[in-house]
């Protein structure tokens, strides 16, 4: 793992507690919450792959995407905010300190009223110097973040350290190699949002040199009828099988990418949050069940906690599903409820897999296709 996305979704468990749980089992979430956002944590958030977190001393490696950001709100006002506004939020961190962006839009109903500013424009304001790098997260209340001044927020070293783009895209790539594993060009750009094809060849060309990649073929990896360009890490484990049985959210490494994701497990995968309820295949939120090397299927999960109820809203299984998938999504299920502090479980009807699993967990059932889950009502992402 090199970054956790983070999303605000929390229909079973929020995104980023999840890649944890998926590979060592259960866990204390306070643990983790306690490192993320401790005073002068050794983490912090940016625009990594999307909004997540990274460790504090790599901050610097995104000044590249920070420098664009500032050129690109110069050159169109690309995040709709105004001058003076931000001149008015940036001195209001300089002398409060790290605030939410209610504390400033509230201290900015109270103050006379000008014509100079909108303090409607106030989380604009802050998201823009947030990406410009001049704000950095320091922690969250509920799920919202607080933003101070990054110099207040970071060590010293991290906010003065300066690394050529170059540079920092190479070193990006490397930790990518290293987190894939054996990755295309296509996976290398995605796993930071690079958006930058040239400058990750030259930089895969770089570390092929220093012998930190090495190119090889991959069954099954081709464009037409011929092999993609790949590259595996000289760390990379290569084991003769997996042994694995769990779930993953839908921005975990493994299947946040979907052309890999696809690649890899011939799993065709798009979750369904923004899909009008009638028109979902699969469900709201449905996570992919990873058992052993593959992926053998996808279920959608409700922690109902008035109800210390985990709720499988709907199951689904793939074609290549090993043939005890059933008892192990049923073990899986039991763990992850656990691990939620959830007594039981129910299974609805809707999904080819639903009876199987039901039947695995000895599991009462509830009404099949429940109505949509509200997206959580906190701060996306």
Same mark, same amino acid.
């Not at 944890?20 to 306070?30: E, H, I, K, N, P």
């Not at 930071?192 to 099954?220: C, K, N, S, T, Y």
């Given at each position: 793992?090199?970054?956790?996305?983070?999303?605000?979704?929390?229909?079973?468990?929020?995104?980023?507690?999840?890649?944890?749980?998926?590979?060592?089992?259960? %866990?204390?979430?306070?643990?983790?919450?306690?490192?993320?956002?401790?005073?002068?944590?050794?983490?912090?958030?940016?625009?990594?792959?999307?909004?997540?977190?990274?460790?504090?001393?790599?901050?610097?490696?995104?000044?590249?995407?920070?420098?664009?950001?500032?050129? !690109?709100?110069?050159?169109?006002?690309?995040?709709?905010?105004?001058?003076?506004?931000?001149?008015?939020?940036?001195?209001?961190?300089?002398?409060?300190?790290?605030?939410?962006?209610?504390?400033?839009?509230?201290?900015?109903?109270?103050?006379?009223?000008?014509?100079?500013?909108?303090?409607?424009?106030?989380?604009?304001?802050?998201?823009? +110097?947030?990406?410009?790098?001049?704000?950095?997260?320091?922690? !969250?209340?509920?799920?919202?973040?607080?933003?101070? +001044?990054?110099?207040?927020?970071?060590? &010293?070293?991290?906010?003065?350290?300066?690394?050529?783009?170059?540079?920092?895209?190479?070193?990006?790539?490397?930790?990518?190699?290293?987190?894939?594993?054996?990755?295309?060009?296509?996976?290398?750009?995605?796993?930071?949002?690079?958006?930058?094809?040239?400058?990750?060849?030259?930089?895969?060309?770089?570390?092929?040199?220093?012998?930190?990649?090495?190119?090889?073929?991959?069954?099954?990896?081709?464009?037409?009828?011929?092999?993609?360009?790949?590259?595996?890490?000289?760390?990379?484990?290569?084991?003769?099988?997996?042994?694995?049985?769990?779930?993953?959210?839908?921005?975990?490494?493994?299947?946040?990418?979907?052309?890999?994701?696809? !690649?890899?497990?011939?799993?065709? %995968?798009?979750?369904?949050?923004?899909?009008?309820?009638?028109?979902?295949?699969?469900?709201?939120?449905? +996570?992919?069940?990873?058992?052993?090397?593959?992926?053998?299927?996808?279920?959608?999960?409700?922690?109902?906690?008035?109800?210390?109820?985990?709720?499988?809203?709907?199951?689904?299984?793939?074609?290549?599903?090993?043939?005890?998938?059933?008892?192990?999504? &049923?073990?899986?299920?039991?763990?992850?409820?656990?691990?939620?502090?959830?007594?039981?479980?129910?299974?609805?009807?809707?999904?080819?897999?639903?009876?199987?699993?039901?039947?695995?967990?000895?599991?009462?059932?509830?009404?099949?296709?429940?109505?949509?889950?509200?997206?959580?009502?906190?701060?996306?992402?």
């Amino acid at each position: 793992m090199a970054t956790l996305q983070i999303d605000s979704v929390n229909v079973f468990a929020r995104s980023h507690y999840m890649p944890l749980f998926s590979r060592v089992g259960a %866990y204390d979430t306070a643990s983790l919450d306690r490192l993320l956002f401790a005073r002068r944590a050794p983490y912090t958030e940016y625009w990594a792959h999307q909004a997540a977190f990274v460790a504090a001393e790599d901050r610097p490696l995104f000044g590249f995407r920070m420098q664009a950001n500032r050129e !690109r709100q110069e050159r169109s006002n690309y995040f709709g905010v105004d001058d003076r506004t931000v001149e008015w939020v940036r001195s209001e961190l300089a002398a409060r300190g790290p605030l939410r962006p209610a504390e400033i839009e509230d201290d900015a109903v109270r103050a006379p009223r000008g014509p100079w500013w909108d303090w409607s424009g106030v989380k604009s304001a802050l998201e823009y +110097l947030w990406f410009a790098g001049e704000v950095a997260i320091a922690g !969250r209340r509920g799920f919202e973040r607080v933003y101070g +001044l990054a110099e207040h927020v970071l060590p &010293a070293e991290v906010v003065g350290r300066s690394v050529p783009r170059g540079d920092a895209i190479r070193e990006l790539v490397a930790r990518a190699a290293r987190a894939y594993g054996v990755a295309t060009l296509a996976d290398l750009d995605d796993y930071w949002r690079i958006r930058d094809q040239r400058a990750v060849r030259v930089a895969v060309h770089d570390l092929e040199d220093a012998g930190v990649l090495q190119p090889v073929r991959v069954e099954g990896w081709t464009r037409g009828e011929r092999p993609l360009a790949a590259w595996l890490h000289r760390n990379a484990a290569v084991p003769r099988r997996i042994d694995a049985a769990t779930v993953l959210t839908p921005f975990d490494p493994m299947v946040w990418f979907r052309d890999r994701a696809e !690649r890899l497990f011939d799993f065709s %995968y798009r979750i369904e949050i923004y899909t009008p309820a009638a028109k979902r295949r699969f469900g709201y939120y449905s +996570l992919p069940i990873l058992l052993g090397d593959g992926m053998a299927g996808r279920i959608d999960l409700k922690a109902d906690r008035a109800a210390a109820t985990l709720r499988v809203q709907s199951a689904w299984w793939e074609p290549s599903r090993p043939a005890d998938a059933a008892a192990s999504a &049923a073990e899986v299920l039991r763990a992850a409820a656990a691990w939620q502090g959830l007594e039981s479980i129910t299974v609805a009807r809707w999904g080819d897999a639903a009876d199987e699993i039901a039947g695995a967990l000895g599991a009462e059932r509830h009404e099949s296709r429940p109505e949509p889950v509200e997206l959580a009502q906190e701060e996306p992402g």
